[in-house]
Each structure stands twice: as structure tokens, then as C-alpha cells.
């Protein structure tokens, strides 16, 4: 569980990047942090993990405040994976790109080939485990820098802008693979714009605006609000603007999900052939 | 990092902003070649106090305060690197004048750095390479040179975000005996070269689509002319020099302690 209570942050070069932040996540909670370029939202997450100290108020992280402890020892627990892979990756193979964190947390042989094994797997990286990680392409690299992250199992898993540069169908596997992770109980926080993406997935939305929370709920009810996401710089989903065009004949206007329109618009045509 | 910004162009107007680049310049060569003829700390200490208005003048009193700040470690160091060596090979010397020699070395070091970053603080990379220009140094290597230093805060910034990424996987760069910090930089090294390779890449590419080298003779928007006020500055700092030479030479400087008692 992660408790932000009135968290001020200043960089050292005199931004206030986060002026009074109260947030809580829950275990096993699948959240998105949405807002515009500069709202905070990567200043926050580098608050959970430790990275940045608060300037003022404090973070905890399963009660434990950031303020007390490494970033390595609280990087066991959660797990970031940054924004651009070309700031990690170094090593000379996937596999052992992949090992570089098992062997900072000093796990033993047989468990870091075990956890390479199966975070290798897990994303479909097994061709590539003797290949530099540099002569593969954006998407994949994407997924290395994942892996490397998930290889030591983190309980809270936090991912920066995870949809950038990957093609439809890598999206799709992505919201597939971060679903099944929030099923096992990890505690999921995704920093992003992609609106269409963050519909389809349904998590819990925090929207920012310049260093502060400006709301919190279900998506259902952030995503169709069009004055809220206006404000925070964000665009309505595709779903949630068919709909606010159809709301004058009478259907719902909390709609994102594809399935549910459809099955909204096919049950109104329905019902309208019967009476015909 | 906020050593960093004591060194970095800071985009206000100001008397001194506005002074030619190469009136600078000399200024600073001059200030750099009186500093280094004298060893005894008045001199010295004035050179450091002639600056001071500069500073004010050229409201980059927080950034050169920086810098200064930056600078206390290396002086520290400097001081007391000088105070053991003259205790133990100078011999007949009071403690006191090994204190003052000390404390001078310390102050010089203290002024160059701070002739420095006024420099820089106030002369933007562009009038820089404009200056080198009008100098007749060939515009390839003025390009690069400008790039260089508009390069520095970016790769900066992209060493902060790397280290961060990598102690997010647990990298604890101050730990373990001295090899073994060096071999924790590789995680940072790697990323930050290969990136830069690719980023100067990237950018020559950028460059040649947009007609880099497309004329034989470049014209500029802005031409350096030396004006009043540079004349002045060169004047003063010839002056300086002058004045110099001639006290190093003919002058004996008492030493601050004598003065005091």
C-alpha cells in the first residue's frame, strides 16, 4: 500500500513540481496517473520508490516513509520501468540485461537463472536471451526493460509511458500482460496519455494538473466527464465521444468500453426493428 | 547539478550581458594572467573583490553564489594540500606565512573559477561562436564548438535520469571498495555514450536536411561590433595588467599578517 500525504516537491532548481499531493493506492489496485506534460505525474512515481525525497509532507510505502530507507532496499518491493529503454539498457546480452537487478539484490545463481527464465518467457524475449540488447528494435527493448523489472517479482509494478512507440497489436499484449499481473495481486500504477489504452483497461484514474491532484474515481466516470479531462489536457476516449453524441436520444453517458456500447447500440436497434 | 548552473548562460539583460564577447574574453585572459603572477594574498584578494560589482552588475549574484558553493570543496582540498606540504617541506617558515601562503593559493583558485562563471553566466554559446567567427576560426568549428557547449545541460539531465533508472534496479553507486565504484559507473556510462553517439547522429542527419553547408560564404543576422563599453573593458583590463607587471616587479607586498598587527 502506498499513503502520499501532503506531499510537496521542489527541484533543485527552484520548480514546484508537486504542491500538495494526497493520494492513497491500495494492494492489488490497478491505477493510471493522466494529465498533461509537466503536471508531475513522473516527479510522483519517482516519489514511490524513492528516487526523490519529499520537500515537505511524506510518502509510505507499506508504511515504511521513503525518506528512511535506499532506493534499493525499496525497489524490492516496487518496481519502476522508466519511460525510454535507452536509459537502462547496458549490458552485452537480454539475459543478462535481465540479471543486472537479480544480482544487485544478491539472489544465487540457480534463482537468478530461474527468475531470467521465466521473465524471459513471459514476454517472449526467449529468442533473443544471447542477442545485444541494442540491435533490437524500440518495442522490444521496451519489453527487455520490463523484464528486467518484473525478474525480481516486485509487488507494486510502476510503469512510465509503457505504450509509447509500440504498434497496436504490442498494445494489446501489453494490456493483456498488465491485467494478468493486477489478477495475481500486484499493484498496478500506469503514467500515461494514452487515453484509448487507459479505456480499454478500466483501471482507477487520478488526473494532474499542474503538481496537484485534481480528481480521482472510476474511469467510467473521469474519462466521460468532458469539462474534468478538458482541464487536465486530455482527450475524451473515441467511446466516450460517440456517446456524448448520441446523448440526446436518450443512452447513457458514462460509456467507454467497446463491448458495452456495442451491446447498448445493438440492443436499442433491436428493440426498434421489434417495434417496426 | 546546481554546480552546473553556476557555469550555465543565463538569458537576462544586463550591462554586462550585453559587453562584447572578445572584450570579455580579454578580460578574463588578463584576470586569469594576473592572478597567476601573484602569490601573496592581497593582491589576490583584491582581484576577488574587483569582481563583486560585476556580479551585481550582472545580476547573477544566485548563480555565481552557486558556483562559489560548487567550488568550496576543490578550495578546501587545494588549502589543505598546500598547508601539509609547506608544514613539511618549507622549513624555516612561521606557521602563520605558511597559513597566509596557503590561504593565497586557495583565494587564486577561488578567483579563476569565479572569472569563469561570470564569463559564462553572461555570454550566451551563440555570441561565443559568433565571436569565434568574426575571429576567422572556420564555421565547422564553430558549429561544433557552440553544439558542445549547448549539449552539456542535455546530457546532464540524461545522466541524472540514467542513474535514477538504474538504482531503480537496485545500483548502489557508493558502495563497495574503490574498484568497485568504478565498475558501478559502467551501468551509467554505457547508456550515456551510446546515447550521445546516436543523438550526434541523429543530429548531423537533421542538420544536412536542412541545407547545412548550402552556401560558400554564410552571412549572419547579427554582427559583433566592439562598442563603448567594450572599449572600456579592454581598456581597464590592459590597465590591469599593466599595473600588474609593474607592481610584481618593482613593488614589495607586505604580507597580510604584518599589516594586521
Same mark, same amino acid.
Given at each position: ?15 514546484? $513540481? ?59 518491493? *516496487?518496481?519502476? *520501468? ?11 546480452? *537480454? ?119 485534481? $480528481?480521482?474515481?472510476? $474511469? ?19 467511446? $466516450? ?16 468500453? *467497446? ?18 | ?21 572578445? +572584450? ?10 594576473? +592572478? ?43 588549502? +589543505? ?129 536542412? +541545407? ?50
Amino acid at each position: 500500500m502506498i499513503i502520499v500525504e501532503n506531499l510537496y516537491f521542489t527541484y533543485p532548481n527552484g520548480v514546484e $513540481a508537486l504542491s500538495g499531493v494526497n493520494l492513497r493506492i491500495e494492494d492489488g489496485e490497478f491505477v493510471a496517473i493522466m494529465g498533461q506534460n509537466g503536471a508531475g505525474k513522473t516527479t510522483l512515481v519517482k516519489h514511490m520508490n524513492g528516487l526523490l525525497k519529499p520537500t515537505r509532507g511524506r510518502v509510505l510505502v507499506d508504511g515504511i516513509d521513503t525518506r528512511r530507507v535506499s532506493v534499493a532496499r525499496l525497489a524490492r518491493k *516496487v518496481g519502476l *520501468v522508466f519511460q525510454n529503454p535507452d536509459h537502462q539498457l547496458f549490458s552485452e546480452t *537480454v539475459e543478462e540485461e535481465i540479471s543486472f537487478a537479480l544480482k544487485n539484490f544478491g539472489y544465487d545463481e540457480k534463482t537468478i537463472k530461474e527468475r531470467v527464465d521465466w521473465a524471459l518467457n513471459m514476454l517472449n524475449l526467449e529468442r533473443y536471451r544471447r542477442i545485444s540488447p541494442f540491435m533490437l528494435s524500440g518495442g522490444e527493448k521496451k519489453r527487455v526493460a520490463l523484464a528486467s523489472v518484473l525478474a525480481w517479482d516486485p509487488k507494486i509494478i510502476i510503469l512510465d509511458e509503457p505504450t509509447i512507440g509500440q504498434d497496436y497489436m504490442q498494445k494489446e499484449k501489453l494490456r493483456q500482460f498488465i491485467l494478468q499481473l493486477n489478477q495475481q495481486g500486484k499493484t498496478i500504477v500506469v503514467v500515461t496519455h494514452d487515453v484509448e489504452f487507459v479505456a480499454e483497461c478500466n483501471p482507477r484514474i487520478i488526473l494532474m494538473k499542474q503538481g496537484k491532484i485534481i $480528481a480521482s474515481g472510476e $474511469a467510467e466516470e473521469i474519462l466521460t466527464n468532458e469539462d474534468l479531462v478538458k482541464e487536465a489536457y486530455v482527450a475524451l476516449p473515441e467511446i $466516450a465521444k460517440l456517446f456524448k453524441c448520441l446523448e440526446e436520444y436518450g443512452f447513457p453517458r458514462n460509456v467507454i468500453d *467497446v463491448y458495452e456500447a456495442a451491446d447498448l447500440i445493438y440492443k436499442r436497434l433491436r428493440a426498434r426493428n421489434e417495434r417496426i | 547539478m546546481s554546480v552546473f548552473d553556476g557555469f550555465k548562460f543565463r538569458s537576462i539583460s544586463s550591462p554586462i550581458h550585453q559587453l562584447d564577447p572578445r +572584450a570579455k574574453f580579454v578580460y578574463v585572459c588578463v584576470l586569469f594572467a594576473v +592572478a597567476i603572477m601573484f602569490n601573496n594574498i592581497i593582491p589576490l584578494l583584491i582581484l576577488f573583490l574587483i569582481q563583486i560589482p560585476i556580479v551585481f552588475m550582472a545580476k547573477v549574484q544566485k548563480e555565481w553564489m552557486r558556483s562559489m558553493k560548487g567550488s568550496a570543496v576543490f578550495a578546501i582540498m587545494i588549502f +589543505a594540500v598546500n598547508l601539509l606540504s609547506l608544514y613539511f617541506y618549507a622549513g624555516h617558515e612561521t606557521f602563520t606565512s605558511i597559513l597566509e601562503r596557503s590561504l593565497a593559493m586557495t583565494v587564486r583558485f577561488i578567483v579563476l573559477v569565479q572569472s569563469f562563471s561570470i564569463f559564462f553566466l553572461t555570454t550566451s554559446p551563440d555570441m561565443l561562436g559568433l565571436a569565434l567567427e568574426q575571429s576567422g576560426v572556420p564555421y565547422e568549428l564553430c558549429f561544433a564548438f557552440t553544439t558542445a557547449v549547448r549539449f552539456v545541460p542535455v546530457l546532464a539531465e540524461e545522466a541524472q535520469t540514467i542513474i535514477d533508472a538504474q538504482k531503480s534496479r537496485g545500483l548502489e553507486i557508493e558502495s563497495g571498495n574503490f574498484l568497485r565504484r568504478i565498475r558501478n559507473y559502467i551501468p551509467i556510462l554505457i547508456p550515456l555514450i551510446v546515447n550521445a553517439i546516436r543523438r550526434s547522429l541523429e543530429l548531423a542527419e537533421t542538420m544536412e536536411s536542412r +541545407a547545412w553547408g548550402a552556401c560558400e560564404n554564410r552571412t549572419n543576422l547579427y554582427v559583433l561590433k566592439i562598442k563603448t563599453n567594450d572599449l572600456l573593458l579592454i581598456l581597464f583590463s590592459l590597465l590591469l595588467l599593466t599595473v600588474s607587471i609593474y607592481v610584481s616587479i618593482h613593488v614589495y607586498i607586505p604580507p597580510l599578517t604584518s599589516l594586521l598587527m
